[in-house]
Structures are given as structure tokens and as C-alpha cells.
């Protein structure tokens, strides 16, 4: 009996399923009498004119150019010729079907997978397990529906099954239990095949429970094969440790066998009769089987003898009229080898065009861009330049001026004249920091912001502060100090200011503290756009703590230079 129930309902299932809609053919092509034809015997049991019709709507496909029409014929007539036990033709015909189906075109995934179930129910009856199981998971990879699925993956546990491989077998088995919890007909087939599996690979194992589970449900779905296939796996089961069970088991697959109309089956069923039933009745169970076993074999005979004639027939029409399209061929191709010559050879040269447009193209507008962008960056440089040099410098001279009675009138004119130098030499990016050593300078800018409403506290300003940087970093510095004094004027209200100078860890520290109304969100986004800028170039950081109560603080870590 081995797999072949669950083979049989899925290859029942392939050839009632390409009768219906499964492709769809453009409506300019001819119907396919052939093929309409074929389906109408079917339908009356003729199996051999099935597959001569078959055959002549594979012919018929061919000559029309319907690649999909003649592979479903082909896949049809190969599991027409696998059910008359013509496993060789069977084999050779699911191979010639693959030739006109595609892969890329999920209409044809359908086909795909039946014809590799084929190929590997064949390979299966030739024993030949290794390639059954290549075909099987082929078939996997294109079907799409969920029963077929199931079917082939037991099919596939089946083959193991068969290698004993018993362990891989199991692991399939117990997947598609867990994943079809609902106790039909199939999950009865599934259930047996992995009791069978089970006590074949371990002796104690006691299957009798899940089979009695299993014969149940069949016998709730009336499902005859199913039971048949349960008697089989029983009769199997005792034939080492039971003979009256072994027996018991034979003679109702047996029964069910004639019911079912398989002579195969009964085959089987006699010959585990033979072996345990009484001597007595060896004899009639012995000259009962090889009536049988002559009958089928006479009848598959003259089924491969007859698909062999079909397509002998078949074969010899087309190469008569093969011969004579040779010649038209042979002209058509040098035709079209010549006309591949010049649309080649077209299409170089305008693609060669083309590239050479584009890449013109992308070089100008490369041109065009660094230019812009060369425009923007010298435009943005001096704008910042401006901002940071004159415009802070002139705020810091005004504040001196509006903060001192006593105002030194030759210090004004020397701090204005060296913005004047500093303005006027801005395009030759000259350094802001002059001769005097820098933490004197520092000390210097942030004490004029110094006056009777804002005291400014200053510790840790020393020469060894700012020995680890050059005047370019230096010059960076000053200019972010100066951003945020000149901001904390404009808008904290503040009347105290701290600003602590530390070396920590190989980067210099700079806390700032206000006991100001802290900074809005717009001011941070905007004002101190270029502090941020010039903290991030010199590889640091800034953090700003807000607070209404406790005014701003300002945290900014700079690592030394090596």
C-alpha cells in the first residue's frame, strides 16, 4: 500500500483541476478542440483516449506556439502513464514538459508543482528516493495551495519513510500534525503514516492508540482509502507479534480493497494473507493473487503499448512535416542574424552617444555647482568674519562706553582702530589674536562687559590654560567667549556671571554660569549658531542647562591639541 493513497487523491485532484479555469488563454488564440475533447472522455473512463487526445492537443499547442497549452497536456499525459504503472514513459514525458513551462510566470506554478509530484511519485516507484526527494521539494517551492502543500509534504516524510530514515520522516509528520489541528480524513492519513514511522524506528513504541484514533475519523468521513491504508499499516504492524491480529487486519484491507476497486491493493492484502493465514487456505489466496497480478499485468502492458503507439504516430507525422520547414527555417535565421547584426550595432552607437551626452552633461552641471557653491562659501566666511569681528567688537566698545564715566580716550581710538585693521584685512584671513599673550586678551574682552549691573567673576584664567591649543584654536575660543557674553547682555538681565577655566583629562573645560532669565529656544537656534559651529570644528562640545529659577548654565569641553 506504502504512500499511494495520499499519491492517488492528489493526482485525482491535478487532473480535475486542469479541466477548470486554471489559465485563461488570450482571447485571438483558437480553443484547443483537442484538449476540450480529452476531458469529455475522461469524464467516461477512457483512459487511453484521454491520452491520445491529450497527445494530439500537445501537437496542436505546439504548432500554435502555446507553450502552456502543450506543457499542460504533457504534465496530464505523464500522470495518465504513472497510474498504468508506465513509470519510464511517465518519467520521460514529465521531462519533456518542463521544456515549455516558466518558472518566472506564476501561471504556470500550478503545472510546476504536479509535474514535479510526478517526477517524484515516479522516481518513488523506481526506488530511486534520492531524485523523489529533489522533485518533492521542488513541487513545495511552487504550490500554492495549502492541501497540496500538506499532501506533498507527506508525500515527501513517505520517501524517507521508504530510505528509513525514520527520524526525518517523524519530524515532517509531527510538523504537519501541529499545523492541522482539524481531525479530517487527511489529518487521519498524516496520523498514521508518523505511528508508522515511529514504532518502525523504535520497538516499544505502541502505536495501536493513534491507529484506533485514526480509523475512527476515517470512519466518521467515510474515508475508504484512508481505511485502507490503516488496515495495511496494522496488518504490517502485528505480522512480527500477532498472526491473528496480522490476519485479521489482511482480510479487511482486503475487503476494502475489492470495494475500492484497486488490485494492487489486494495484491498486498493476499500476500500478507499468505503468510499468516491458515496453510489450508494458502493455496486460494496464492492462485487469487496472481490472477490478479496476471490481469494487471496484461492490462499495463497493453496501456505502454498503446502510449507508445500514440506517440510513435505522433512523432513520425512531425518530422515529415519537420523536414520540410528545415530549408524556410535555415533562410529566416540567416534573415534575422543579419537584421540582430544591424539593430546591435544601432543600438552601440546611440548608447555610446548617449554616454558621452551624459557624462558632457554631468561635468557641466559639476562645474556649474562647485562654482555656486565656491560663491556661497567665500560669501558665508566673510559674513561670519563680519559678525564675529566687527560686530561683536563694536558691541563689546560700546559697552565699555556706556558702562565707564571715566572713558580713556586714546584706549577707544586703539580698540577701534584695530577693528579697523582687523575689518579691512578680513578677505586675507588674518588671526584676531595680536602679540599679547591670549589669557591677558581674554581677560581683557570679558572684563569690558564688566560694569555697575553685571559683575563678572573670572577663575582659572592662566597662561598654562590655553598652552595646549594654537592661535588658530585660540582665536576660535575668543570669539565663542565673546558670542556668549555679547548674548548674555542683549538678553539675560543677568547681574552676576561666573566663568570658570580648568585643564581635566586632556581637554580644557570652560564652565559658564548667569543667574539670568536663561535662554528661548530661537535664541539657541539662531544666536549661537556659529558657537556651536566652531565647538563641533574643534572636535568638542557645548551643553546648555536652562533653568527659570537658577538662570543658564554653559558647559563647553575642548580636547588639547597633540
Same mark, same amino acid.
Given at each position: ?115 514535479? &509530484? #510526478? $517526477?517524484?511519485?515516479?522516481?518513488? %516507484?523506481? +526506488?530511486? !528516493? @534520492?531524485? /523523489?526527494?529533489?522533485? *518533492?521539494? =521542488? ?14 509534504? &507527506? #508525500? $515527501?516524510?513517505?520517501?524517507?519513510? %521508504?530510505? +528509513?530514515? !525514520? @527520524?526525518? /520522516?517523524?519530524?515532517? *509528520?509531527? =510538523? ?27 520497538? @516499544?513504541?505502541?502505536?495501536?492508540? *493513534? ?352
Amino acid at each position: 500500500m506504502s504512500e499511494r493513497f495520499l499519491l492517488f487523491s492528489l493526482l485525482i485532484f491535478v487532473l480535475n483541476s486542469c479541466n477548470k479555469s486554471i489559465y485563461d488563454p488570450p482571447k485571438e488564440r483558437p480553443d484547443n478542440h483537442f484538449y476540450k475533447k480529452a476531458w469529455k472522455v475522461f469524464d467516461e473512463g477512457k483512459k487511453d483516449s484521454t491520452f491520445y487526445y491529450l497527445n494530439a492537443a500537445k501537437d496542436l499547442s505546439i504548432r500554435e506556439k502555446d507553450s502552456f497549452g502543450a506543457a499542460k497536456s504533457l504534465v496530464n499525459m505523464a500522470i495518465i502513464q504513472e497510474e498504468a504503472s508506465d513509470n519510464y514513459g511517465s518519467l520521460e514525458t514529465s521531462l519533456a514538459a518542463l521544456e515549455f513551462l516558466k518558472d518566472r510566470d506564476t501561471t504556470h506554478h500550478a503545472f510546476l508543482a504536479s509535474n514535479y &509530484n #510526478n $517526477l517524484g511519485v515516479v522516481s518513488n %516507484n523506481l +526506488k530511486d !528516493y @534520492d531524485n /523523489a526527494i529533489k522533485f *518533492y521539494k =521542488k513541487a513545495i517551492l511552487y504550490s500554492s495551495d495549502d492541501d497540496e502543500i500538506l499532501m506533498l509534504n &507527506n #508525500n $515527501l516524510a513517505n520517501t524517507y519513510f %521508504n530510505q +528509513k530514515k !525514520y @527520524d526525518d /520522516a517523524s519530524s515532517i *509528520y509531527e =510538523k504537519l500534525l501541529e499545523e492541522n489541528k482539524i481531525e479530517d480524513e487527511i489529518y487521519a492519513r498524516i496520523l498514521m503514516n508518523s505511528a508508522r514511522a515511529k514504532y518502525s524506528s523504535n520497538v @516499544d513504541f505502541k502505536p495501536r492508540k *493513534y491507529f484506533d484514533k485514526a480509523l475512527k475519523i476515517c470512519e466518521q468521513e467515510k474515508d475508504d482509502w484512508g481505511l485502507d491504508a490503516g488496515y495495511a499499516y496494522l496488518s504490517d504492524y502485528y505480522l512480527g507479534k500477532n498472526k491473528d491480529s496480522a490476519f485479521y487486519f489482511s482480510k479487511l484491507m482486503y475487503h476494502k480493497a475489492k470495494v475500492l476497486k484497486s488490485p494492487q491493493d489486494r495484491m498486498e492484502a493476499l500476500q500478507k494473507m499468505i503468510k499468516v493465514g491458515s496453510p489450508s487456505d494458502a493455496k486460494s489466496y496464492f492462485d487469487e493473487f496472481h490472477n490478479i497480478d496476471d490481469s494487471l499485468h496484461v492490462v499495463n502492458t497493453l496501456a505502454k503499448n498503446q502510449f507508445a503507439l500514440i506517440r510513435y504516430e505522433s512523432e513520425k507525422s512531425k518530422l515529415e512535416n519537420e523536414q520540410l520547414k528545415i530549408e524556410n527555417l535555415r533562410r529566416k535565421y540567416q534573415i534575422r542574424q543579419q537584421q540582430y547584426v544591424v539593430i546591435a550595432f544601432i543600438i552601440t552607437s546611440l548608447a555610446m552617444l548617449g554616454l558621452f551626452y551624459y557624462r558632457f552633461k554631468k561635468r557641466k552641471l559639476k562645474l556649474k555647482l562647485e562654482a555656486e557653491n565656491l560663491v556661497k562659501t567665500s560669501k558665508l566666511i566673510t559674513s561670519k568674519k563680519v559678525h564675529d569681528v566687527v560686530a561683536n567688537g563694536l558691541y563689546r566698545v560700546m559697552t565699555e562706553i556706556e558702562n565707564k564715566e571715566d572713558i580713556d580716550r586714546n584706549s577707544i581710538l586703539y580698540k577701534l582702530e584695530e577693528m579697523y585693521e582687523k575689518s579691512r584685512n578680513i578677505s586675507y584671513d588674518e588671526e584676531i589674536i595680536d602679540d599679547k599673550s591670549f589669557h591677558q586678551k581674554l581677560s581683557e574682552m570679558i572684563r569690558s562687559f564688566d560694569n555697575e549691573t553685571i559683575q563678572i567673576f573670572i577663575v582659572g584664567n592662566s597662561d598654562e590654560i590655553w598652552t595646549k591649543f594654537n592661535k588658530d584654536f585660540q582665536s576660535q575660543i575668543f570669539l565663542v567667549l565673546q558670542e556668549l557674553l555679547v548674548n548674555m547682555r542683549k538678553h539675560s538681565r543677568a547681574s552676576r556671571v561666573v566663568l570658570k577655566f580648568e585643564n581635566r583629562n586632556q581637554q580644557s573645560l570652560i564652565s559658564y554660569k548667569d543667574n539670568g532669565v536663561g535662554m528661548q529656544n530661537s535664541q539657541r537656534k539662531n544666536g549661537l549658531k556659529n558657537t556651536v559651529n566652531r565647538i563641533f570644528v574643534m572636535q568638542g562640545k557645548i551643553i546648555f542647562e536652562n533653568s527659570n529659577d537658577d538662570g543658564l548654565k554653559i558647559n563647553i569641553e575642548i580636547p588639547h591639541q597633540t
